[in-house]
C-alpha cells in the first residue's frame, strides 16, 4: 500500500477516534477493541434464529423509539457493510498496478 494512502487511513481512524471522545489513537484503538470484544462475546452463541430468538427475549423491552431505530438499524446493516468494505477497498484498489498481458493458459481451465 502506498505510504500516502496508509497516512490518509490512520488519520481519518484517528480523527474518528478523538471525534468519539478518545485522547488518541492509542486509547481509541483500545476503546474499539474493547467494543469489538465485548460484540464477541454477546453474539458468539447466537448460532440459529431460536437462540437468537431467546436471547432477545431476556433483552429489557426497548421504547417504541429504540425499537425503530433498532430495526432500521437491522434493515440498514447490508448497506453499512457494503459501504464499510467499499471505503476500505477503495485506497487498496488505486495501489494495486492494473494486469498486464493475458492469463497463462495453466490458469484458465
Not at 83 to 103: F, S
Request: glycine share 6%; net charge negative.
Amino acid at each position: 500500500m502506498r505510504s500516502e494512502t496508509k497516512d490518509r487511513i490512520i488519520a481519518a481512524l484517528e480523527r474518528a477516534f478523538r471525534v468519539a471522545g478518545a485522547e488518541n489513537l492509542e486509547q481509541g484503538m483500545a476503546t474499539c477493541s474493547r467494543v469489538f470484544e465485548g460484540l464477541y462475546r454477546i453474539t458468539e452463541p447466537l448460532k440459529n434464529r431460536e437462540i437468537i430468538s431467546a436471547w432477545f427475549d431476556q433483552v429489557p423491552e426497548p421504547s417504541a423509539e429504540d425499537e425503530a431505530m433498532l430495526v432500521a438499524s437491522f434493515e440498514m446493516l447490508p448497506t453499512l457493510v457494503r459501504m464499510g468494505v467499499q471505503g476500505l477497498c477503495r485506497g487498496v484498489v488505486q495501489d494495486i498496478a492494473p494486469c498486464t498481458g493475458q492469463a497463462s493458459a495453466s490458469f484458465v481451465t
